[in-house]
């Protein structure tokens, strides 16, 4: 089957006073039908890795790469208004804050109804019966009050299902959610990601999910990228990840406090020059 | 070394009074490290900053080393005795002030002498070294900040620190770093601490024991190894606890 | 400069006190000199003061110097930008009119954002009944028109160029004031200030040492952008002939006098208009370049 979103090379650089930063530096994986992972630290470019995908690289950042395919057709620095008609439709994004994403001045049904008609063209009972429908599928129990509210007027967990349920509503291809549950609580965080491991599965769309929380990607991801300065360094089945190999994944891996496992002293990772530049531990799939 | 009896923190006037926190209790003897966890808006935090009067609408009783303290003054002993460190170092270091800056001030606060040797000792004991001292926090990454909020609140010398999700903004790999270097700080110096967070496992590895908050009320105190056994007596702290734990698909 | 000043200067490590703050200077003028037209603004400025203190000798001529015979004559070689209705070279006024320019400028910038610093943050800060009645003051100042405020002044005060600077202090530090408020509410509860409460620091040291260096940059930002308005009230006042008096040469007092003859003679009105818009222009490119610097919400960054 070829995969839904092909990447090879993906570089992003920033332009500084001394001299040029480079953000994304080689970038390539294929996603089909599943949910990959992307891990990393703050500066290890895995958002970066998103928002590339998504056009969403202000200037005077560059991004480059030797190809970057959405079902076979190069998506790589498209105009802003085709890469537009691609947003919301094809490709969607859930960012980290649902504060930030939803426009605090206009109700939610209107937030989802606008966009997905935008990308549709139906009509405006369809739209609205869609977004009831999709906020229903996000476990809202009551459809009709959330949409006639205001953003204010919920909570963060709730807010980040609208979110979810506006990225859904025009049915993409390919969802990218940028830590979708850091700022949410445990209890709440499991329901958003049941809701959205349950209507990728059921659409059949290809999800990446970036995160700086190892051992959630390991559970909640079919497949990890681990990302360190910019590059993949390791790539590995989710259930593989606690025989992860390269030096960097098992040295987060010891670093988090566990349970399950008392400890005197944390471990504390030595970063090593050379994880910057040598080549990648796991064999990509064929073709690269 | 802290009693904290019947507190209820409030946030507004009536009608739209927000209670935040409502009759808490719990003590914390000396040397000993105490952990407050709870979601968001259980009002964990909350009780730290009634603690040290950021918060002046708040009614019960607190004392500290044996001294009672009341509504939102505090007097210079309790600046000597309890510090605190904040959630969000980028928050919480002054963007114009650099290093040096913060830390002769705060010395000169609490009315130490030998600046100058202090400030390099400081820098020191918090492992930054005194190539930081003129550093301004824009030119320091997030564990480091952290650390220059951990030497200012080590400025005083205090007993009683409070850890308000000291390593909540922190990526993993320096969270392991700030927690070790607290755990130091603690046995070398016999501190006690008083520490908020949301994540179980940090609180498991940093405290002798805890109480779990909900609403703004304590819902149970125990020990860190009942976390560890997952023997916790009440649903809501079970069911807290299997949430932390991992994900289970549904 | 030579390379290892640079890298000194640049270095993200400073072993000195000096050297991090010379550093820190030297960040704020990379970031101010990538901005080609603040330069510009930057360049115009020095200039003027340049003028305004050779003036003496860059003057081709006497500005009080009347010559009737040769009133109102167009520019030529003898007289660059002309003469004026008493025959006087609008070149000299116009040069020895910058020191006039300077001075309103240089007073108006100096009282008005202290005062509006002052208590805006002494508003801001303390809350309460404090800040009700600062602020209710403020919009008394801030519901009469500026020029017509100043106006008012004036007369009270009686005309001159004096009274005319201090009206206009006086009328423009509400808006400083209102801003400065509104950086201090937004700082008021960071948690830098509520560490530096946990040390015991007082009131007027959090307002000093913490809360004015943050407000201080957005209200130079604000100063510089709001000069080009200053230079014209002043200009306008002395249009009004409630400003600088004859033979004073102040650029608006200028125009004033050459309105009558626009039509026939239009260098007498449009050269001191000129020197108005230029030096207003490099105020605002100046205050665009500063914000770059400046703005504390883009330091952070």
């Known amino acids: 089957m070829s995969p839904l979103l092909s990447l090879r090379n993906l570089r992003v650089s920033f332009p500084t006073r001394s001299g040029t930063f480079d953000a994304v530096r080689g970038v390539s994986f294929d996603l089909g039908r599943e949910r990959l992972g992307v891990v990393g630290e703050s500066g290890s470019g895995k958002s970066m890795t998103g928002r590339a995908i998504l056009g969403l690289v202000r200037p005077p950042g560059r991004v480059s790469a030797d190809r970057m395919e959405l079902d076979g057709e190069s998506i790589l620095n498209l105009p802003e208004r085709r890469m537009r008609q691609l947003r919301g439709a094809r490709i969607s994004m859930v960012m980290q804050d649902p504060k930030f994403s939803l426009n605090p001045v206009m109700t939610i049904g209107r937030q989802i109804t606008e966009g997905y008609r935008l990308h549709s063209g139906q009509s405006a009972a369809a739209a609205r019966q869609k977004a009831l429908d999709m906020l229903e599928a996000v476990q809202i129990r009551d459809p009709e009050r959330v949409f006639n509210a205001y953003p204010h007027e919920i909570s963060g967990g709730m807010g980040q299902r609208v979110m979810i349920a506006m990225m859904l509503a025009p049915d993409p291809e390919i969802l990218i959610a940028d830590e979708p549950t850091s700022a949410l609580d445990v209890s709440v965080r499991n329901e958003v990601l049941n809701i959205m491991d349950k209507l990728v599965r059921d659409r059949g769309m290809g999800l990446i999910f970036i995160s700086h929380d190892l051992n959630l990607v390991g559970q909640f991801c079919d497949r990890v990228l681990i990302m360190y300065a910019g590059r993949v360094v390791e790539e590995l089945p989710a259930r593989e990840l606690h025989n992860a190999r390269h030096p960097y994944t098992r040295g987060l891996l010891d670093s988090l406090p566990r349970l399950d496992r008392p400890v005197g002293r944390l471990a504390v990772l030595q970063r090593q020059d050379s994880w910057r530049d040598a080549e990648i531990t796991t064999p990509l799939p064929e073709g690269l | ?68 303290v009341t509504g939102q003054h505090r007097s210079k002993a309790f600046h000597k005795t309890v510090q605190m460190v904040f959630q969000d170092p980028y928050a919480s270091l002054h963007p114009r002030h650099s290093v040096d800056r913060v830390l002769s001030e705060t010395l000169h606060l609490q009315g130490m002498d030998q600046i100058d040797r202090r400030i390099t000792a400081l820098l020191d004991s918090v492992g930054l070294g005194r190539g930081f001292r003129f550093r301004y926090p824009h030119q320091l990454s997030g564990g480091q900040r952290q650390r220059v909020a951990i030497a200012r609140a080590l400025a005083a010398e205090p007993r009683l620190l409070l850890l308000d999700e000291p390593t909540s903004a922190l990526d993993v790999s320096v969270q392991a770093e700030i927690l070790n270097l607290l755990s130091d700080l603690r046995r070398e110096r016999g501190l006690t601490y008083v520490m908020v967070s949301h994540d179980l496992a940090v609180v498991a590895h940093m405290c002798d024991r805890l109480a779990v908050m909900r609403a703004g009320r304590v819902i149970e105190e125990m020990p860190a190894s009942a976390l560890r056994a997952g023997t916790a007596v009440s649903d809501y702290a079970r069911a807290l606890i299997a949430a932390s734990a991992s994900y289970q698909p549904a | 400069m030579n390379p ?66 040769g009133r109102l004559k167009p520019p030529s070689a003898a007289h660059w930008l002309g003469t004026d209705a008493l025959g006087r070279d609008i070149l000299s006024r116009l040069i020895y009119g910058s020191r006039v320019t300077l001075f309103i400028v240089g007073t108006v910038a100096l009282i008005a954002p202290v005062i509006g610093l002052f208590i805006g943050t002494v508003a801001g800060f303390a809350g309460g009944w404090v800040d009700q009645v600062l602020m209710r003051i403020t919009d008394i100042f801030l519901a009469f028109p500026k020029l017509i405020l100043a106006l008012a002044f004036v007369a009270a005060l009686g005309p001159g160029i004096g009274n005319a600077v201090l009206a206009l202090a006086i ?5 400083y004031a209102r801003l400065a408020r509104a950086e201090t509410l937004s700082i008021r509860n960071a948690d830098y200030i509520a560490a530096a409460r946990l040390q015991g620091a007082g009131r007027l040291r959090l307002l000093i040492g913490h809360i004015w260096p943050l407000c201080i940059s957005s209200l130079i930002v604000r100063v510089a952008l709001d000069m080009a308005g200053i230079i014209l009230s002043a200009a306008g006042l002395g249009f009004l002939g409630l400003g600088a008096q004859p033979p004073m040469p102040e650029w608006g007092a200028m125009i004033s006098d050459g309105r009558t003859y626009i039509l026939d003679f239009w260098w007498v009105a449009a050269m001191p208009g000129m020197a108005i818009f230029i030096v207003s222009l490099a105020f605002n490119l100046l205050g665009d370049g500063l914000r770059d610097v400046l703005d504390p919400k883009g330091a952070k960054e």
């Open chain 3, 171 to 175: 009328t423009s530090w509400p808006p």
């Open chain 3, 4 to 69: 290892t000043t640079r890298t000194w200067l640049l270095s993200d490590a400073p072993q000195t006190r000096r050297q991090a703050r010379l550093g820190a200077l030297y960040q704020g003028w990379l970031t101010f000199r990538a901005n080609k037209l603040a330069m510009l603004g930057l360049v115009i400025l020095l200039a003027l003061l340049g003028i305004a203190a050779f003036a003496p000798w860059l003057a081709p001529q006497n500005p009080l110097a009347q010559d009737l015979a």
């Open chain 2, 1 to 68: 070394m802290l009693t904290v009896r019947d507190l209820d923190v409030w946030f507004g006037h009536p009608p739209d009074r927000v209670d935040a926190v409502s009759a808490a209790s719990f003590s914390v003897a000396s040397g000993e490290s105490f952990g407050l966890v709870g979601e968001s808006g259980s009002g964990k935090s909350t009780i730290l900053r009634a603690i040290t009067g950021l918060i002046g609408t708040w009614s019960g009783t607190i004392t500290v080393d044996g001294q009672p």
